[in-house]
């Protein structure tokens, strides 16, 4: 809630004048308020729940049901070593795919940004991963693609030296980032697409005109202009992505062993397998606390950069 | 003759230099082109490759090595086609629902603000 104060309350302020009465403040909160009631619904009374979950021993499996276990879950969920490699691998793997996701995406933006014949069927092309449904698209992945014996990249890479690996047992990890970063790509393109065309010609012009080379112009001129938008793209991404459940469920199912095991797949492992529902709630608890530190940063970061769009 | 021996002489510049920049715009943009196809086409490879196993019959869909000649058929599409309701009307309520329930509730707060 503390976020999302932060972020609507300038604007609220910088319109409320001060000295208006009770009911017109009641009647300008009015039209807030169905939103209001409705988030917090769906959002913090489930929260408080699992925190009240989160205090109790109670197993699906066993029979008695819930009872008060003070602080024991929280103790295991800090002494278990998969949540603690959960949490590692779910933050490793965010990060690779989004930085390489817009590594990527800027080298196509770039590609995309010249002329050349049949831009636009290319450009539908490029998008086209970002619009396959996740499950679709791990599906697509796991069999037709790499499929040890009939995959299609083991018969592209046949030429190069590679005779049927099994792409999802020896390179698990890989190939969940490969598929993240194949459906996220487009996305950081479209982006950085935006603010490359949003870019003003005549200072590109007038770099010209004084001798830079185009990679200084793109270092010392584009690179500063677009960084509001790789901002935007990496924020974005995360957040999608840190929540990727789909991928790993239906590729790796979190394996082998528990090499693809990200946090969201621990928790369903979690409830769906261990049935300890006060365990479960409790690293979700220490989850959304790890979430909302990283968010806040996050979203000061997103304020800036809509300020910075206001200023141009 | 031309490119090579226009830079050396400096007296015939113009002209000739002139053309072969306008020759290496046009070979750059051949270049871009050629770039552009080809990394579309990596992009697209894996949705084309679905598509393609759509229309294949069963005994075509998964062999070695891959078959890209095939007899198409549309017996898999008449599968799903005819198992496919529920679903389809599953996810229209789930999309227009909540679409209305975040317009009903956004509207009036968007005014607002």
Do not use: E, F, M, V
């Given at each position: 809630m503390a976020v999302l104060e932060d972020v609507t309350s300038p604007p609220a302020t910088g319109l409320r004048p001060r000295g208006v009465g009770r009911r017109e403040r009641w009647q300008r909160r009015l039209p807030l308020l169905p939103a209001l009631i409705y988030t917090i619904v769906v959002t913090q009374v489930p929260f408080l729940v699992t925190l009240w979950y989160s205090f109790q021993s109670y197993f699906w499996n066993e029979p008695g049901g819930a009872h008060w276990t003070g602080i024991s879950n929280y103790k295991e969920v800090f002494t278990d070593p998969n949540f603690r490699s959960a949490l590692v691998r779910s933050v490793t793997m965010t990060a690779i795919a989004v930085i390489v996701a817009m590594l990527l995406g800027i080298l196509l933006a770039v590609l995309l940004d010249k002329k050349f014949l049949g831009r636009s069927v290319v450009r539908t092309l490029i998008i086209t991963p970002f619009l396959v449904m996740p499950a679709a698209a791990s599906l697509i992945w796991s069999g037709p693609m790499l499929d040890p014996n009939f995959g299609l990249l083991n018969w592209l890479l046949e030429p190069f030296g590679v005779h049927h690996v099994a792409w999802l047992t020896t390179h698990a990890y890989g190939s969940v980032i490969v598929v993240m970063i194949w459906q996220w790509t487009p996305f950081m393109t479209l982006i950085v697409l935006a603010g490359l065309q949003g870019q003003p010609q005549d200072i590109l012009e007038a770099a010209r005109v004084d001798g830079a080379n185009a990679w200084a112009t793109f270092r010392e001129l584009t690179l500063p202009h677009l960084r509001p938008y790789i901002e935007l793209g990496i924020l974005l991404g995360s957040i999608y992505l840190v929540t990727a459940f789909d991928q790993v469920r239906l590729m790796t199912n979190g394996g082998p062993g528990t090499s693809t095991t990200t946090l969201p797949f621990y928790l369903y492992q979690k409830v769906n397998f261990a049935f300890d529902i006060g365990g479960a709630a409790a690293a979700g608890v220490v989850t959304v606390v790890l979430t909302i530190i990283v968010a806040s940063f996050a979203l000061r970061m997103f304020a800036r950069v809509f300020q910075f769009e206001e200023a141009q | 003759m031309s490119a090579i021996t226009a830079t050396q002489?400096?007296?015939?510049?113009?002209a000739p230099r002139r053309r072969s920049r306008r020759a290496r715009e046009i070979s750059g943009q051949a270049g871009w082109t050629v770039l552009g196809w080809v990394v579309g086409i990596a992009f697209f490879i894996p949705v084309l490759w679905m598509v393609l196993t759509a229309f294949k019959p069963e005994s075509a869909a998964e062999t070695w090595p891959p078959q890209f000649t095939f007899s198409p058929t549309l017996a898999e599409f008449r599968i799903v086609f005819n198992g496919m309701g529920p679903y389809i009307e599953h996810s229209a309520i789930a999309t227009v629902g909540s679409t209305i329930l975040v317009l009903v509730l956004a509207l009036p707060a968007a005014v607002h603000l």
């Open positions: - | 002489a400096p007296t015939a510049q113009d």
